[in-house]
């Protein structure tokens, strides 16, 4: 497929701006670039058949089944594209006076009232832009907790288990915290008396997603938040997992301080190919002073409005400018509204029936991690296909790809060997999941009869295997003209 | 796979070869540049740098890993090669000649293996 | 039926016999049963769409969209072409998650390629990443990236946008980049001050070009004073003056970053917006997030992949320079669509129309009495003048007139911003309007 630049011709171009209308001021020469970029110059058909053939090589949700796991790829509400589009939200200038903003604002309080009912927190800060940013936020707030009350020399460390998201350390480290890894226990939880070893003085806080990466509920949840507090050190959730239990049980109430939430996973708002995502950070009172300004408050009685607080108190300061990813939250919020009290739980419950309905009907041909039911997301393991066969995670992965489904989360966690983690979401009907298991089990009987056959793989789509060394080795990131 | 006796290793799959009074060249081993798969990079220390016994002094990247490398000795880092930060191949291709830095005031090499001690503790470890 | 849940009940119960349960609750047996929720959530009943729809409508209208804006300052008002909208509300684009899987993401991949060529064709650098959260995120994470062993303070200029100055006051407490701040001089970076502040210790200078009040600064001056002292030079730029205005490659900037929200992204309430970070070649390997590079499949053909992995969190974990993973990929692909619309004519008619119009507006603002201009040197289309009455005031009245005027510095400063949004009808509306505020201030 050609790049944009090489579809370019000099004097080409779409007409989008009316002829100036006032004197020409010339700009000054020494301040001048030399020469002008190399922009594509396109006739507008073009532009529109160029991304048209991008997109024909894009796999998205609408595509087909994407069950990637731990990113909780469900279908994204077209309503919720419709809303965050209003003009009455896209044309809103961030520094715009208070009382022009009331609907803005309302959006943040409510979106800020249910996801605290849904974690069990107290506040709630929109500025995180993504899970990891959110991560940061909450570190932040952990760290600014232990130095208002003088203990910030001693408590350096952060506890992230072995099988966390590789966001969780590097999040860590970047809050100023050294990472202490707490290894898994052989059913994929928290070792609790090597929790027990590590705690100590010098303790700030846990990072913990439950349920875990290996999509189990870590039933000592309550013993471990309980250790961690009893040394002094607060508890933070990865809400990557959230889908598996809103409704069900909250954060708050397992004994967690600080969480964050990824409304491109749990709530429905599109991932956009990386990005915008939004990751809001939701704390018990405790935390709440820290958190990122301005908040949003209701002023009067009666007559009340809503207001900035600018006051800094003890916060962390800003993470991010403006107020996060507003549009996103506007997604969210219509989503929340859409699903109400009931839809919310019925939502974890069907991505839980989904998920242990396709772990039953492959657990025959492919190991699992785990044998027990799990919650959102189950991981596989080709360790012995791979020894065997050698056929490993990987091989099944790209043949996948031959059938038009996005492959599973692939080498995650790292704690299994020859994972393939597998998140079906609730929004998949039981016919899509019964085609995925005649799929995976295909695939699997491809890959007695010829093995070498699936290095292969695949076959049919728009490019196949890369050369991915080759890419690292020299890199090439930018078209040269 | 070779395991050269012009030189010793390390547990942790590191050469040491002697160039000069006091000045020892370190590279990786055969078998784990094997291990490691391709390399697509590798992150040097500076000359200056201090290098203590079976501490990380450097890392190198594959397409999906990156693991440290080991002092085998203890000294102080007199030349890095920087020829590999344009050709990180070379430690897959030509492992005993792609050395990662030159060390001197070595100390600290009581642990250091034989070539044939050495291809005896891969096999166990295998 | 409520929510997106597609299973029917009769499918529910048999895929519960497949899984040898009675009911969905046994699933979640393991889960201790005081840690389970009593009572149902406190929320609203779910809505059908059309009733979620009235609700939002209700909400957005509570919300008041100026007919006239001459406010900036970090979040600007530019004409989004028609394109720009259709082709990034398409499906594989709004719904793909991170193109892992590059076969099957080969759009995505070449789009953001095609997105990094683009960023470093204006910034003038060698190697761009595929975007950041934002203009402020970008800047601090470029600090992070001059950071070595023996430098470890930046030194951030005066006339940076304070609440980009905030953001990376937060990042560097935590990583341990201490933060000094460069002295200016009537409304520029200091360049006396500079050559005080500079030492061994100093990883880096970071400018705004233009700068929070819209002046243009002696960027190559400032880069050769800090170049010869061993700092970086990190210059924040406005991707529309980048039409006409020297590049920071030119500059001789090591980093360049910026808020990308010009390029066909809506005001939004100040988000999703875009960060877009570009490099020299020597600091490739210290871009953080995401980097997609060319290479090939098996049999030959062009492809596109993500890149130098080793280097992200997902890899290299604690011992990662930056936690990015999601980033704003579909910003990133706005304004690659917004710029390959305008191409490199339509921009720099965009960049000259807000430079004359500003030109324009601030010589009828200086007809009015009592409003001078608080700056003297170039600016682009941001300037800052004084207001003789209460700049609130002011703001306030012209409100009554559609105006979202400019945003108050002090109580008697104010700083303007026009685009090509503002014809020049709407400039004289703005003169007129002023007049008759200040005129009536001063009757009372």
Redesign the interface.
């Known amino acids: 497929m050609q790049l944009i630049f090489e579809k370019s011709k000099e004097g080409r171009g779409c007409a989008i701006l009316p002829e100036m209308d006032v004197a020409t001021t010339e700009f000054p020469v020494f301040l001048k670039r030399s020469t002008a970029p190399k922009l594509p110059q396109m006739a507008e058909v073009d532009i529109s058949r160029h991304y048209t053939e991008l997109a024909k090589c894009t796999h998205g949700v609408n595509d087909g089944f994407y069950p990637l796991g731990s990113c909780t790829m469900k279908y994204n509400p077209r309503i919720n594209e419709e809303m965050a589009a209003l003009k009455g939200f896209t044309s809103l200038h961030p520094l715009q006076p208070e009382h022009t903003v009331q609907g803005a604002l309302e959006v943040l309080q409510l979106a800020e009232t249910y996801l605290c009912e849904i974690t069990g927190m107290d506040a709630m800060t929109f500025q995180p832009s993504a899970g990891a940013h959110g991560e940061f936020t909450g570190l932040l707030l952990i760290r600014a907790y232990h130095k208002s009350r003088g203990e910030l020399e001693k408590r350096r460390k952060i506890l992230v288990p072995d099988a966390a998201h590789g966001t969780n350390p590097a999040s860590a480290v970047m809050a100023g915290f050294t990472v202490v890894n707490i290894p898994s226990n052989e059913q994929g939880c928290v070792d609790i008396e090597k929790l027990k070893e590590a705690c100590g003085d010098d303790t700030a806080g846990l990072m913990l997603t439950n349920p875990n990466t290996v999509g189990l509920f870590d039933q000592n949840i309550l013993e471990i938040t309980k250790i961690v507090h009893e040394a002094g050190g607060l508890v933070y959730y990865d809400g990557a997992n959230l889908n598996a239990i809103m409704g069900i049980v909250r954060p708050g109430d397992m004994g967690f301080d600080v969480v964050h939430l990824n409304l491109h996973k749990t709530f429905s708002t599109p991932h956009g190919g990386g990005g915008p995502g939004s990751g809001p950070v939701g704390c018990k009172e405790i935390l709440a002073p820290f958190l990122p300004r301005p908040t949003v408050d209701k002023v009067g009685d009666t007559d009340w409005s809503l207001a900035w607080n600018h006051q800094p108190s003890k916060s962390i300061g800003a993470v991010r400018s403006f107020y996060g990813n507003f549009l996103v939250v506007v997604k969210a919020l219509t989503y929340i509204m859409s699903l109400g009290q009931q839809g919310i739980r019925e939502a974890a419950q069907n991505a839980v029936l989904n998920a242990n309905y396709l772990m039953h009907c492959l657990s025959d041909l492919y190991p699992m991690a785990f044998d027990r039911y799990c919650m959102h997301e189950f991981v596989m393991t080709l360790e012995q296909s791979k020894k065997e066969m050698d056929v490993s995670a990987l091989d099944i992965a790209k043949a996948l790809l031959d059938y038009g489904i996005h492959p599973p989360t692939m080498y995650f966690p790292l704690i299994v060997h020859e994972a393939l983690m597998v998140e079906p979401t609730e929004t998949e009907s039981k016919d899509t999941l019964d085609q995925a298991v005649c799929i995976l089990r295909k695939v699997y009987e491809e890959a007695m009869e010829d093995p070498s056959g699936m290095h292969q793989r695949p076959l049919n789509t728009p490019v196949r295997r890369l050369d991915e060394v080759g890419a690292a080795r020299h890199p090439k990131l930018r078209y040269e003209f | 796979m070779e395991f050269r006796s012009d030189r010793n290793y390390s547990k942790s799959h590191e050469w040491v070869k002697e160039i000069g009074t006091d000045k020892v060249e370190i590279g990786i081993s055969d078998f784990a540049q094997d291990a490691l798969g391709d390399i697509v990079f590798v992150n040097l220390p500076q000359a200056g740098d201090e290098v203590e016994v079976q501490t990380p002094f450097c890392d190198v990247e594959s397409v999906k890993a990156v693991s440290d490398v080991y002092s085998p000795v203890s000294g102080i880092v007199c030349e890095v090669n920087e020829d590999l930060l344009d050709n990180p191949a070379r430690i897959n291709e030509e492992p005993f000649d792609a050395w990662l830095i030159r060390v001197e005031q070595v100390t600290q090499r009581e642990a250091l293996l034989s070539a044939e001690e050495y291809e005896d503790f891969t096999k166990k470890e295998a | 039926m ?6 029917t009940i009769e ?2 119960k ?3 016999k ?4 009675e009911s ?1 609750e046994s ?6 049963d ?4 009593k009572y ?8 059908s ?1 059309m009733g ?2 009235r ?3 209700k ?8 007919a006239n ?1 001459f ?1 900036g ?3 600007y ?1 530019h ?1 989004i ?1 028609s ?1 720009v ?3 990034t ?20 991949l ?5 997105f ?3 960023i ?3 910034t ?1 650098m ?3 990443n ?2 950041v ?5 970008a800047a601090a994470e470029a600090i992070a990236m001059c950071r070595d062993r023996k430098r470890s303070v930046a030194l951030v200029s005066d006339c940076v ?1 304070p ?2 100055l ?2 990376i ?3 560097c ?4 980049i201490s933060i000094r701040s460069l002295a200016s001089k009537d409304g520029k970076t200091d360049i006396n001050a500079l050559e005080d502040e500079l030492n061994e210790t100093i990883a880096c200078v970071l400018l705004q070009q233009p700068n929070y009040y819209g002046l ?1 600064e002696d960027a190559e001056a400032i880069g050769s004073i800090a170049h010869d002292k061993g700092a970086k030079l990190i210059m924040s730029v406005n991707p529309i003056s ?6 920071p490659g ?1 500059c001789g900037a090591d980093i360049a970053v910026g ?1 990308g929200q010009p390029l066909g992204i ?8 875009l960060g877009f970070m570009a490099a020299k070649k020597d600091l ?2 210290k871009l953080p997030g ?10 030959g ?3 596109f ?1 993500l ?4 280097r ?9 320079s ?10 990133a ?1 706005t304004a690659a ?1 917004y ?15 807000c ?3 500003a ?2 507006a601030l010589e009828q603002i200086l007809k009015i009495e009592g409003f001078e201009r608080k700056f003297s040197g ?1 600016f682009f289309h941001e300037f800052v003048t004084s207001c003789p009455i209460s700049a609130d005031k002011l ?2 009245e012209l ?1 009554k007139y559609d105006i ?1 005027g400019g ?1 108050p510095l002090s109580e008697h400063e104010i700083l303007w911003c026009v685009t ?1 949004m503002n ?3 709407d ?1 004289d509306y703005l003169i007129k309007a002023i007049k008759e505020v200040s005129q009536h201030a001063v009757d009372l």
């Open positions: 409520a929510g997106y849940v597609p299973s499918e529910r048999e895929m519960l497949v899984c040898g349960v969905i699933l979640f047996e393991h889960i201790p005081e840690l389970k929720l149902p959530l406190n929320l609203p009943s779910g809505l769409e979620v729809s609700t939002m409508q909400i957005a209208a509570k919300n008041h969209v100026f804006v406010r300052a970090g979040a008002h004409y072409p394109q909208k259709y082709i509300a398409k499906e594989e684009f709004l719904t793909a998650y991170t193109p892992y899987q590059a076969e099957i993401s080969q759009g995505l070449q789009s953001i390629f095609e990094q060529t683009m470093c064709e204006l003038g060698d190697v761009s595929a975007s959260y934002d203009g402020a995120t946008d609440k980009n905030q953001v006051e937060t990042y407490e935590a990583n341990g243009f980048l039409g006409l205005m020297k590049t030119e808020e809506p005001l939004s309430f100040g988000g999703p917006y490739m390997r995401r980097i997609v590079g060319e290479t090939v499949d098996v049999d053909k062009r492809a992949v890149t130098l992995q080793a992200e969190q997902h890899i290299r974990r604690e011992k990662a930056s936690n990015l993973c999601s980033n704003q990929a579909l910003c692909m669509i710029l390959s619309v305008l191409g490199s004519k339509g921009l720099e008619e965009v960049s000259k129309q430079f004359s119009k030109h324009y170039e703001l306030a409100e979202l945003l090509e014809r020049k009808e400039i």
